[in-house]
């Protein structure tokens, strides 16, 4: 019976060793599992550093977040618009630097270029009235009936009746720059028939004119002539003049 009692006692404390054993393995493995460490680093990550308490970022703060980046990238957008603007804007002045061309004048068709057309009989009408001032004096006057401008250069060439050479020019009358005529302007010249005191020589009377142009190198005539009529006998002696052609008529009749 006491043999019995000690094999008991003895089987007891071998099943509580067992149990204890068992509940320490239990323990340890709970301690090594993957989920015990990430819960262990999720309270560590949670830690603020030096002690700041940690505040969790709201969507509305991550929406606004959102929208100053946006609104950031839009003004930077909108400022490099303005660049491109005035870079545009300088363009447009260069365009107009070249617009002013020196000795450029509109033509007939709408271009801009130098006019190098001279007038003549062709595309040009002249006429010649008497003037009561100065006595003995005429107003020639060419008129551009072309369409494109034209230059009246130098001084006219006139031939009165069968004369063999042409009057002399008053040289004094060259204008400063070439007379240049848009279509339907006219430019004029003054002629003196003859001397007022009687000095001139060789004098006669003739109703023909004939008109010839000078080019721009001036060594001699270019172009059609013009026939100008005049409606009584005019008197010529050896003092005809004439000026150079003139964009005003009292200057023409200055001399």
């Known amino acids: 019976m006491r043999n019995l ?42 830690q603020p550093a030096d002690g700041a ?27 490099g618009g303005s660049g491109a603007s005035g870079s545009g804007s300088g363009t447009a002045k260069d365009s107009g630097s070249t617009g002013g061309q020196s000795g450029a004048k509109q033509q007939g068709n709408g271009d801009t270029a130098p006019v190098t057309l001279a007038c003549d009989g062709g595309n040009s009408k002249v006429t010649i009235t008497a003037v009561p001032r100065p006595v003995n004096h005429m107003l020639l006057t060419v008129t ?19 004369a063999q050479s042409a009057p002399q020019a008053y040289e004094e009358s060259k204008p400063q720059a070439v007379v240049t005529l848009s279509p339907g302007e006219s430019a004029y010249a003054g002629v003196m028939t003859s001397s007022a005191d009687g000095s001139g ?31 009584k006998p005019v008197y010529v002696d050896s003092t005809l003049a004439v000026t150079y052609w003139q964009t005003d008529m009292d200057d023409a009749l200055m001399y």
């Not at 703060?61 to 957008?77: E, H, I």
């Not at 551009?144 to 069968?162: D, I, Q, V, W």
């Not at 109703?207 to 409606?231: H, R």
């Open 144 to 162: 551009n009936t072309g369409s494109k401008a034209c230059n009246a250069y130098y001084y006219p060439f006139l031939r009165f009746g069968e």
């Open 201 to 231: 020589t060789g004098g006669y009377s003739t109703k023909d004119l004939t008109v010839s142009f000078q080019g721009a190198a001036g060594s001699g005539s270019t172009g059609p002539t013009a026939n100008v009529p005049l409606s």
């Open 53 to 79: 308490s940690a505040a969790p970022v709201s969507d509305k703060d991550a929406d606004t977040g959102t929208d100053r980046g946006t609104s950031t990238g839009t003004d930077k957008a909108t400022t």
């Open 5 to 46: 009692h000690i094999r008991r006692a003895a089987r007891t404390s071998v099943l509580g060793a067992a149990a204890l054993v068992a509940a320490l393995s239990l323990t340890a493995c709970q301690s090594d599992s993957p989920a015990a460490d990430d819960a262990a680093a999720g309270t560590s990550s949670q």
